[in-house]
């Protein structure tokens, strides 16, 4: 199928709309957006549009610098630009609300969309996100480099990677094959794009504002992931009035692509909870 592009201000985006539904349905369907994390394409989100497309629209999108969605020359990124790319995304598209998933840096974006756009998120899901990065896992993306800029212009996108393909992956449950692709998928994303990312997640702190994060949000995360992550999970369920945290057992990092299915049906249950879902 040829892809999909249209224009956003100053942004051609690449995203993919697949809707299975029923079309004699009068009722419209409600839309996901899949939002994936630090230099990850829509590929990531491939298992999911057979998972839900019987029952929602699923929208996949590239952020800006990533996959087919390439970087605007010149114009400095933030948070609340990645968010508006998708609402932009969405006004284009003409869909109104959206149940945001994110996996780690996407889910974060996730909560800002929330908080900028508190009208346009019917509902939120965070795979193994956080509200703000650790210095742990800033120390771990370094590689021993001075910072994780120097290791990634040391490495190249691509071997950086797969030298912390343990910091992004359960290696121990990936099939055959896909670190490799990972790697070369990620490897897309150009190094400058790739190194200013970074330093614009690391300086993030959503934490303060949290409390006003009125969407219902669903916290996926995996069992077998660091302890400071689940316990960052736990401090930011503390501050949202509609939080929930599901751990995943069996499970460390990248459960969106690892464990579709169980991610899915945890989202599935969470909106029934709250009246939402199918």
């Not at 899901?125 to 212009?153: D, F, H, P, R, W």
């Not at 504002?209 to 503390?238: F, I, Y």
């Amino acid at each position: 199928m040829p892809k999909q592009f249209v224009q956003v201000g100053d942004l051609l985006i690449h995203y993919d709309l697949a809707d299975y539904t029923e079309p004699w349905r009068g009722d419209g369907p409600e839309t996901f957006l899949l939002h994936s994390g630090y230099c990850r394409t829509i590929e990531f989100w491939r298992a999911w549009v057979p998972l839900l497309g019987r029952d929602y629209r699923v929208l996949r999108m590239d952020s800006r610098g990533y996959g087919d969605t390439k970087p605007v020359p010149g114009r400095p990124v933030t948070p609340e630009m990645l968010a508006s790319d998708a609402i932009g995304l969405m006004d284009a598209l003409g869909i109104e609300r959206v149940h945001w998933i994110g996996e780690v840096t996407g889910g974060t974006l996730g909560l800002v969309a929330a908080l900028n756009h508190p009208h346009r998120i019917a509902s939120i899901t965070l795979c193994n996100s956080y509200a703000k990065m650790s210095v742990e896992t800033v120390s771990n993306y370094a590689l021993g480099a001075a910072s994780q800029e120097a290791a990634i212009e040391k490495y190249g996108v691509a071997e950086w990677c797969r030298r912390t393909l343990p910091y992004r992956m359960d290696v121990e449950r990936a099939p055959p094959g896909i670190g490799a692709w990972m790697a070369n998928e990620m490897a897309r994303t150009p190094v400058h794009v790739a190194t200013d990312a970074f330093k614009l997640f690391s300086g993030v702190d959503l934490m303060p504002r949290l409390a006003d994060v009125r969407a219902p949000t669903l916290m996926v995360v995996g069992g077998q992931c660091a302890e400071r992550l689940k316990r960052h999970a736990v401090e930011m369920n503390e501050r949202m009035p509609r939080s929930k945290i599901v751990e995943l057992e069996g499970f460390g990092y990248g459960i969106h692509f690892l464990a579709p299915d169980a991610v899915a049906t945890e989202v599935r249950g969470f909106l029934r909870e709250h009246g939402i879902g199918k």
